[in-house]
């Protein structure tokens, strides 16, 4: 099946610093979801994207699919963007999502 | 919009005994999966419904786990009897559906389940 890889698996950072986190992924797909899990567990959704380049906030996600990576970059970080991000993908269709390990991300003051 | 809804958000429960987790899509989504979340790892795949249907089984552990979406829309995962390992936390996500050309699941808030 396919693979995915994030790195790097645990990162801290002072508040107000960018960073960008890599996922790999061995096959082509059609579905690429980058998650924030927050400490209670609950996945939110930070962007759909199996092509191209997406902003939100001081958030944005790049995936270049015939390379088979994308990044998310999170500028400004702040204390609240603590824990830990998984990059998910779908191979086709409505496929489940495969997910990485995750990066931990801890912002401190 | 009501997002994803799950039940109960935590339980506790000694081995052997039967455990049920429910879950409510988002309304209108015609896809819902069911994920196990151990620490410090990602979700990995129970089981997927097309409406009724289950299509993806693979990976549910069919001599204690069961589940069912009988009217397309809820649905209900079981364990029984529950053992040690079965602790874990319990995700239910849904997304549109085949033939609508958009994928992105959402996910509930999970049930975490420690078995003792």
């Given amino acids: 099946g396919i693979q995915v890889e994030q790195s790097p698996p645990d990162l801290i950072l002072q508040e107000g610093a960018n960073s960008t986190l890599r996922c790999n992924f061995s096959d082509s797909v059609n579905n690429l979801q980058w998650f924030h899990q927050n400490p209670w567990g609950q996945l939110i959704n930070l962007f759909y994207i199996p092509s191209g380049t997406k902003q939100n906030g001081r958030l944005s996600a790049t995936t270049v699919a015939t390379e088979r990576y994308s990044l998310l970059y999170i500028s400004s970080s702040q204390t609240t963007d603590s824990g830990v991000y998984f990059c998910a993908v779908g191979e086709s269709g409505n496929t489940p999502l495969v997910f990485g390990k995750g990066t931990r991300l801890s912002v401190i003051a | 919009e009501a997002g994803v809804v799950q039940s109960p ?108």
């Fill in chain 2, 9 to 116: 958000r935590y339980k506790i429960i000694e081995k052997k005994q039967p455990m049920a987790f429910w879950c409510n899509p988002i309304s209108g989504h015609n896809t819902l999966y069911w994920y196990r979340q151990n620490l410090g790892q990602g979700p990995e795949l129970l089981i997927r419904y097309e409406n009724e249907e289950a299509v993806d089984d693979s990976q549910l552990p069919k001599d204690r786990f069961s589940a069912e979406r009988l009217k397309g829309v809820d649905s209900t995962l079981k364990i029984q009897p529950a053992e040690l390992g079965d602790s874990a936390v319990y995700l239910c996500a849904s997304s549109l559906g085949l033939g609508t050309g958009y994928y992105e699941q959402y996910f509930g808030p999970g049930t975490r389940l420690t078995v003792t």
